[in-house]
């Protein structure tokens, strides 16, 4: 597919817009999306995607200060590519895969800003997600567990206890 802008490189950034249910997609290369300042094509004003993930991470009190691990005069730094915290800020994405580990404290708040929260909730395929889906119903017995012992609840909490074991037998048992 050839980039809308110019015409002449091929399509390498695509987008979707859907407004009142209608949906417009967008297909342009690289150097049109430099050249545009990597812009959101049809918005108005020009909106950049870099610019929403900054705003996203500036907006959050916690990404303001320094690091309670690093010195006020410090800044935040990647040991292995040397990219800093207020750099990931402005560009949106990181220099190597260790920027993970090194800006992880920053990242759990802005995760749970974007996505609801830090932990992937979504669909298990059926087929091969037995496993984990045991796995997640035995974290939410468990939960329920603390609860009715808190609750001082001791026959169900009791019952909860043998539904845990019961589940990490077959969890076991499947392994083997």
Do not use: W
């Amino acid at each position: 597919m050839q980039c809308q802008e110019c015409g002449k490189r091929p399509a390498t950034l695509h987008f979707t817009k859907i407004v009142n249910g209608e949906k417009t997609e967008f297909h342009i290369c690289e150097a049109c999306a430099r050249e545009k300042g990597e812009l959101i094509p049809g918005t108005s004003g020009g909106f950049s995607i870099h610019n929403l993930l900054s705003g996203l991470m500036e907006f959050h009190p916690g990404f303001q200060g320094q690091s309670a691990q690093t010195k006020p005069s410090e800044p935040l730094r990647c040991e292995e590519c040397g990219l800093t915290y207020a750099q990931f800020s402005k560009i949106g994405r990181f220099g190597c895969s260790s920027c993970y580990k090194y800006f992880n404290n920053r990242l759990d708040p802005l995760f749970k800003r974007v996505h609801g929260n830090t932990v992937h909730v979504g669909k298990v395929p059926k087929r091969v997600g037995a496993h984990i889906q045991a796995e997640r119903k035995i974290e939410d017995l468990r939960r329920e567990l603390q609860d009715k012992i808190v609750q001082e609840e001791f026959e169900e909490a009791a019952a909860i206890r043998d539904q845990i074991r019961e589940l990490e037998k077959k969890l076991s048992a499947e392994s083997n």
